[in-house]
């Protein structure tokens, strides 16, 4: 370490008196390596990678209905007809996930290409059969599937009706979770119901960030929740009781959290964090992993007393019935966690805004600081691997061990195979990862990378790049080639441990500065920063 680092660390060490300090890249050097049976994969999703939108039988999805009438909405205005063309390349991907040596490829399965009118009164033999196919072939490597049964991509048939607003979707995605375990279920052994549930409601349905961008502020993300909690139950007893003993599996739910740091030492924005925490990720994760189950009490309370001073006739928040608390507490066999970065939280000065929103019921404030390296094509992907430590740390403990399986981490840049900032990503978060297993005892089961390749990016189109594999959207064959991160990845996983020559404290494949402390922190609190 640099003369100047030793001197700022030690000069930290006697302001605060804390000798516990530790580096911003969530640990130190450290000869720690992933357990045996620590599971390694990759992910991705149809929306974004299979394009064939209309092809053998597919119907129109809601991210296919959204692009296609805003033109505007995609950054680049492309859209995911083709995308990387994995309807007609999913040998390749194949290939792919076998050259990284993982041991679980998790894919999502587009619900309209199964159940083109959204209901099971028609089953798409096409569509059943293309995903056969890229099981057998997963298979044939020696690769076990994860499947996503839902990834965004509500049939537009089903939102035409209220989508996830309308009560009657619990049954609806019953079905089709039914299908997908009669068609699959004997050579799946993960499933995951839902993937960032939050994102498709409070985005999609109360804003209009994520299709179907219905825009109903305070009231359809609160619907939409309570409907699709209600199918993830569902779906994971009918699991339980009638496949489960077929094929052994296991099945939850993916959950995307950023972790909430204070913004000072104050208890006002201590107490900001904890709630941000509770009423995001754990909006979704109270009803199923804590063990009372039922949204978090302190959710309740702020939506309870936000309608009644806007002169509502009932609470915003729609209310589980006792039996409905005791049906969905419990109905997940693992933590699936979606974790790119973190926040700094405070209370909100004031109230924010005045249409209802969840924004407004919690009344808090997140920021992120400037200082915190990042070279990403998404402004928000900050690098800071202590959140992903703690992140981990604090789920183990709020809901009572669970096993976690993180099932996406990764980083976007604008393209590229000498991805220096995503290996250096890779590296800085994985390290963390270690430390969270081995010293915090964080109860870590799997790391997924996101993604496998360069996709179809949401809003963003084809700006952002994820992939381990490059993707040339423009050839003809949508030429898939490892970028240098894959081949980190590889590694990491043949030797389950890091990079020989890895430097926790070197940042400067983001912004050129080797040690970085978030300014927007008081110095007493500077140890927490220094894990």
């Not at 003369?3 to 530790?22: D, P, Q, S, W």
């Not at 963390?432 to 005892?441: F, G, K, P, Q, V």
Request: glycine residues 6%.
């Amino acid at each position: 370490m640099e003369l100047y680092k030793v001197a700022f660390v030690l000069a930290a060490v006697l302001y605060t008196g804390n000798t516990e300090i530790i580096n911003l890249a969530g640990g130190s050097k450290s000869n720690y390596t992933f357990p045996l049976n620590f599971i390694f994969g990759v992910s991705t999703a149809a929306g974004q990678i299979e394009g064939g939108w209309n092809e053998d039988g597919r119907s129109e999805s809601i991210w296919d209905h959204l692009i296609h009438t805003n033109l505007s909405f995609v950054k680049d205005g492309s859209n995911a007809d083709v995308a990387a063309d994995s309807y007609h390349l999913y040998k390749r991907d194949a290939e792919m996930v076998h050259e990284l040596g993982v041991d679980v490829y998790r894919f999502s399965i587009s619900w309209s290409r199964i159940l083109p009118n959204g209901l099971a009164n028609y089953i798409n033999p096409l569509g059943i059969q293309y995903y056969k196919n890229l099981i057998d072939e997963l298979l044939k490597y020696n690769i076990t599937p994860m499947v996503t049964i839902y990834h965004w991509d509500l049939p537009q048939k089903l939102q035409d009706i209220g989508g996830w607003t309308n009560a009657h979707i619990v049954d609806y995605y019953t079905d089709y979770a039914k299908i997908l375990f009669d068609s699959f279920g004997d050579k799946v052994k993960y499933w995951v119901t839902f993937n960032e549930p939050m994102q498709t409601c409070l985005e999609g349905y109360g804003g209009t960030y994520r299709a179907p961008a219905l825009n109903r502020h305070g009231i359809a993300e609160y619907l939409c929740t309570h409907n699709l909690l209600k199918a993830h139950a569902n779906v994971y007893h009918l699991y339980d009781t009638t496949y489960r003993s077929i094929a052994g599996g296991k099945i939850g739910m993916s959950l995307d959290s950023n972790w909430a740091e204070p913004k000072t030492e104050t208890s006002k924005d201590r107490e900001a964090a904890e709630l941000y925490l509770k009423t995001h990720v754990g909006w979704y994760a109270h009803p199923i992993y804590s063990a009372e189950g039922n949204y978090p009490p302190e959710l309740i309370k702020l939506v309870d007393e936000k309608s009644r001073q806007q002169n509502y006739t009932r609470s915003r928040l729609p209310k589980f019935t006792p039996e409905e608390i005791a049906y969905i507490r419990g109905t997940a066999d693992f933590f699936g966690l979606n974790h790119y970065t973190t926040y700094l939280l405070s209370m909100a000065d004031k109230e924010v805004g005045l249409i209802p929103s969840h924004e407004n019921d919690v009344g808090i404030v997140r920021v992120q600081d400037p200082k915190w390296p990042s070279k990403s094509s998404s402004t928000w992907l900050k690098v800071v691997p202590f959140g992903f430590r703690r992140l981990l740390k604090w789920i183990t403990k709020t809901y009572n061990n669970i096993p976690i399986i993180v099932t996406e981490n990764g980083y976007a840049d604008f393209s590229g195979i000498n991805d220096v900032a995503r290996v250096s990503y890779y590296n800085h978060y994985l390290n963390a990862l270690l430390h969270a297993i081995h010293e915090d005892h964080s109860n870590v089961h799997g790391y997924f990378a996101w993604s496998l390749m360069d996709n179809f990016e949401w809003d963003d189109g084809y700006v952002s790049r994820f992939g381990l594999y490059l993707v040339d959207f423009k050839s003809p064959n949508k030429t898939r080639t490892a970028k240098n991160s894959a081949k980190l990845y590889a590694s990491v996983v043949t030797s389950r441990g890091l990079p020989a020559d890895y430097d926790p404290e070197d940042f400067t494949a983001f912004s050129g500065a080797s040690l970085l402390i978030p300014t927007a922190l008081p110095l007493i609190s500077l140890y927490r920063l220094i894990v």
